[in-house]
């Protein structure tokens, strides 16, 4: 088991976790950052800091996050484990999340009418 960093994460790249994690085991994307599962060490120092609370328990994440779990262990795949991020910097790649939630929020939105189909702000 290992913390995860789902979407609120996208795009923001606070890093204040990185700082507070003690065996620098969070690396960056280019649109956000990950955990290594392999080297980190499960102390949660990461989650408590995190502005926008992207951190979670691998078996906490929220279901509306969970492709971010698939994705963070994907960003991993090529690179194995070096041994501490800052050993590597900035890698340029992101995993791909498989977007069910938002895919099933498009869904929904198409079905819902617009208020000008509906008729709403039609002149009488």
Not at 7 to 30: H, Q, S, T
Not at 50 to 72: G, H, L, M, R, S
Not at 99 to 116: E, G, K, N, Q, V
Request: proline share 7%; with cysteine.
């Amino acid at each position: 088991m290992t913390y995860i960093i789902a979407e609120p994460c996208v795009d923001l790249l606070d890093k204040a976790c990185i700082e507070e994690c003690p065996v620098d085991c969070i690396y960056e994307g280019n649109r956000m950052l990950y955990i290594h599962p392999d080297e980190c060490v499960d102390c949660g120092a990461c989650e408590p800091v995190c502005p926008v609370e992207a951190i979670f328990y691998e078996d906490d994440v929220p279901e509306q996050w969970k492709d971010y779990t698939a994705a963070n262990y994907e960003f991993f795949e090529d690179l194995g484990s070096p041994g501490g991020a800052s050993k590597v910097g900035k890698i340029d790649k992101d995993a791909r999340v498989r977007r069910r939630a938002a895919a099933a929020r498009a869904r929904a939105l198409t079905r819902c009418p617009s208020p000008r189909r509906r008729g709403v702000g039609r002149a009488a």
